[in-house]
T-cell receptor
Framework: DAGVIQSPRHEVTEMGQEVTLRCKPISGHNSLFWYRQTMMRGLELLIYFNNNVPIDDSGMPEDRFSAKMPNASFSTLKIQPSEPRDSAVYFC???????????????FGAGSRLTVL | TQLLEQSPQFLSIQEGENLTVYCNSS?????LQWYRQEPGEGPVLLVT?????EVKKLKRLTFQFGDARKDSSLHITAAQPGDTGLYLC???????????FGAGTILRVKS
């Protein structure tokens, strides 16, 4: 398996532009997570999906952020309009969650580094 | 909100030295994980601890979960330059699907 695949790896855009980040989870995994990492705030959970359904989006900063998972093999995180404070590395991670109290092991993608000028 | 505090934030040591990184919370976790992240990459899982008081060893790394399942430590013996990276602890509550990460400890091992 190629692991969790994210694109683009790097994006530089201007304030006000729409940004779409993409993620292909590991085949067979049933949970998908979007995290944002900055020096100031560390790794923050934005939203996660179980079986393609959004379960917890309490970490999404504001309405400018939206995430979708139309099928088990694809997810997008969209920022519209983008602002300089959105600059960060965005990680997608997937896991196979068994639905019990067992630990959930995340496999992360390499991240998408976003710079908003 | 479950919060995890890691200490120290930054550690710079010489090759061969020992070190301990701490992860503390006021919340109880059903499990706790340690990840290591290198520049330009995503975090990679090192270990998962589930039982209070559990100790796991991974070569020169020793991980311990507190008896009350609120804290954990990572001890590295005879650190090597290859150990350099960002070490993150992550806790899961309830049914374990949602992981909350600490801010991380940046470790630099000089040769």
């Amino acid at each position: 398996d190629a692991g969790v695949i994210q694109s683009p790896r790097h994006e530089v855009t201007e304030m006000g532009q729409e940004v779409t980040l993409r993620c292909k989870p590991i085949s067979g995994h049933n949970s998908l997570f979007w995290y944002r990492q900055t020096m100031m705030r560390g790794l923050e959970l934005l939203i996660y999906f179980n079986n393609n359904v959004p379960i917890d989006d309490s970490g999404m900063p504001e309405d400018r952020f939206s995430a979708k998972m139309p099928n088990a093999s694809f997810s997008t995180l969209k920022i519209q309009p983008s602002e300089p404070r959105d600059s960060a590395v965005y990680f997608c991670a997937s896991s196979l969650h068994r639905g019990d109290t067992g630990a959930n092991v995340l496999t992360f993608g390499a991240g998408s580094r976003l710079t908003v000028l | 909100t479950q919060l995890l505090e890691q200490s120290p934030q930054f550690l710079s040591i010489q090759e061969g030295e020992n070190l301990t990184v701490y992860c503390n919370s006021s919340s109880v976790f059903s499990s706790l994980q340690w990840y290591r992240q290198e520049p330009g990459e995503g975090p990679v899982l090192l270990v998962t601890v589930v039982t209070g008081g559990e100790v796991k060893k991974l070569k020169r790394l020793t991980f311990q979960f507190g008896d009350a399942r609120k804290d954990s430590s990572l001890h590295i013996t005879a650190a090597q330059p290859g150990d350099t990276g960002l070490y993150l602890c992550a806790g899961a509550g309830g049914y374990g699907n949602k992981l909350v990460f600490g801010a991380g400890t940046i470790l630099r091992v000089k040769s």
